[in-house]
Structure formats: structure tokens, C-alpha cells
């Protein structure tokens, strides 16, 4: 791995997001790009209603006036990101990363992220954003847009690190999360740490030779590896695995179905990310 991208917003999950990125830039040896996007604003005086008995020259004065609130608060905007990111990187070079770079970009964030992807490994984000209701678990908004238009895995952290000594594959037979066997077997992230893969479903001799395969490769790379095929429904049997096993961090292909098919059946990967205490790191 050479490059991540640390998306920081602001919000209570910035801390986390820093700390992530530092603990992956530390196994790793990659530098991190600190990206803080700010929204375009649409100006005021777009959308505002002047119509009425207000005169021509009050109604230029107020426009002119508009105009200005908007730069200030565009400037302020701006300001504000700029000591978001300087104090996100004062936390990454307190811990010891070594390249770390800002970047202040506006416009759409999922766009954002698409044109600075190219040369990252890996992004992380926070579970939740500024506007995120906490009470009600909501995701942040621009989580699950991000990592269905991504090409990169995709760290959602948790509210706070912890140290991360064992993780978990949460494994399907499918190309995702092959695609995830594959990126800890041939990376440095995973090295030295306790690995469990899960498979959810009935014992049927087709499945338990997936998941021997996949424990099988990881094991040729050095792994200590506890395979584990357990029916029931998914997020129900993957937390309690989480739980009981001291899981520190969850690995699992993100989305595997059409997002017509998530509004009817509901969809694993928002679940374990809404109900998930520790980091997920999603495949596509």
C-alpha cells in the first residue's frame, strides 16, 4: 500500500478517522492524503423572493447585500476546513506518519473522491457525519454513495480505535469477498494479526470447500486461521461472532445486491455498518 485517502468532515468521527489512517499508515508504510470537501453553496440571491412592492433601488441594495453574506460565509467555509485539516494532520504527525498531505477541495464529495482515487489504496471514513442523527443510527449521508461508486476498499471506522489484534472476514464464495481473501494475502496491513473467516449458510460440502480455499491461501501467507461455517441469519450470527471472539475489525464485500433489491429485502452490509462497535473495511 502507498497511498490513503482520510476523509475528515468535522464531525465527532474525525478523531477516529485520524487514528485509522494512522494505524494503517503505520503497518503499512503509506502516506495519507487529508481530504476535507465544502459543499458548493448555492448563492442566495438565486432563490430568494424580491418580488412585491419593494422598490428597484431597495431591491438592488438587498441583493448586493445577500452577495456579500454569501462570500462571507463562504470564506468562513473555507477557513473553517482549513483548521479542520491542519489539526487532522497535527494528529497524524503526533503519531508518527510520515507524509502526510491537505487538501481543501469544493463540490460533490462522492465526485471529489473519484478524481483523487486513482492513485490510493484505500479510503476511510467515519460512520457518521456532521448531520448524521446519532439517536436513530443513521448512516452519514454520503457513506453508502462513496463505496458503491468507489474502486477502492473502503475503511469505515468506528466511533473511537481500539487496538486491532484479531479480524474477520465475513465470507460469501463470492467475488467481493474473494477479492478481499486476495488483498490480505498479498498486503501488509493484515500481517501478524489473528484471522477468523465466517461463513453463514448450511453445512453443504460445496461451501465448506470456499471457505477451506480461502483459509487455505491465507494460511500459505503465514495466517493463523480459525475457518468457521455457522447457519443463521448473517448479521445476526457475524455480531455475535464479532463479540464473543473479540473481533477488532470486520472485512466484507459491500452491497451485493441492486439498491431496488435493499429498499424491499433490506441489506447486510447497512446493517453491519449501522449495529457494527468495530471498523469495517468494505470490498466492492
Not at 473519484?114 to 448524521?132: H, N, S
Not at 474502486?151 to 468506528?158: G, Q
Not at 501488509?188 to 477468523?196: A, P, Q, T
Not at 464479532?242 to 433490506?266: C, K, P, Q
Request: charged residues 25%; aromatic residues 4%.
Amino acid at each position: 500500500m502507498t497511498k490513503l485517502i482520510a476523509l475528515i468532515d468535522g464531525s465527532v468521527y474525525s478523531q477516529s478517522v485520524c487514528d485509522h489512517a494512522a494505524w494503517v499508515a503505520g503497518r503499512t508504510h503509506a502516506s495519507v492524503d487529508l481530504l476535507h470537501v465544502l459543499k458548493q453553496q448555492g448563492t442566495t440571491t438565486q432563490t430568494a423572493d424580491l418580488s412585491g412592492s419593494i422598490g428597484l433601488g431597495a431591491r438592488t441594495a438587498l441583493l448586493e447585500e445577500l452577495a456579500e453574506l454569501d462570500a462571507q460565509k463562504a470564506k468562513l467555509a473555507q477557513k473553517r476546513g482549513r483548521h479542520i485539516l491542519d489539526d487532522a494532520k497535527g494528529l497524524l504527525d503526533a503519531a508518527g506518519v510520515g507524509e502526510t498531505h491537505t487538501k481543501l477541495r469544493h463540490g460533490d464529495v462522492v465526485e471529489t473522491v473519484q478524481e483523487c482515487e486513482d492513485g490510493a489504496d484505500l479510503i476511510v471514513i467515519g460512520k457518521r457525519g456532521e448531520a448524521a442523527d446519532f439517536n436513530k443510527l443513521h448512516l452519514g449521508s454520503n457513506l453508502e454513495r462513496i463505496v458503491r461508486a468507489s474502486h477502492k476498499p473502503v475503511l469505515v471506522t468506528s466511533r473511537a480505535f481500539k487496538p486491532i489484534e484479531r479480524f474477520m472476514v465475513a465470507f460469501d464464495g463470492g467475488e467481493s469477498s474473494l477479492k478481499a481473501i486476495q488483498h490480505i494475502a498479498h498486503g501488509e496491513l493484515f500481517i501478524g494479526l489473528e484471522c477468523h473467516i465466517l461463513m453463514v449458510g448450511s453445512e453443504r460440502p460445496e461451501k465448506r470447500e470456499q471457505l477451506e480455499t480461502a483459509a487455505d491461501l491465507l494460511r500459505a501467507r503465514g495466517y493463523k486461521v480459525q475457518a468457521d461455517l455457522i447457519s443463521g441469519q448473517s448479521d445476526v450470527v457475524i455480531s455475535e461472532r464479532i463479540e464473543t471472539d473479540g473481533i477488532g475489525l470486520l472485512v466484507m464485500g459491500a452491497y451485493g445486491h441492486s439498491r431496488i433489491r435493499n429498499l424491499i429485502i433490506g441489506s447486510t452490509t447497512a446493517e453491519m455498518l449501522r449495529s457494527c462497535k468495530v471498523p469495517v473495511m468494505l470490498f466492492r
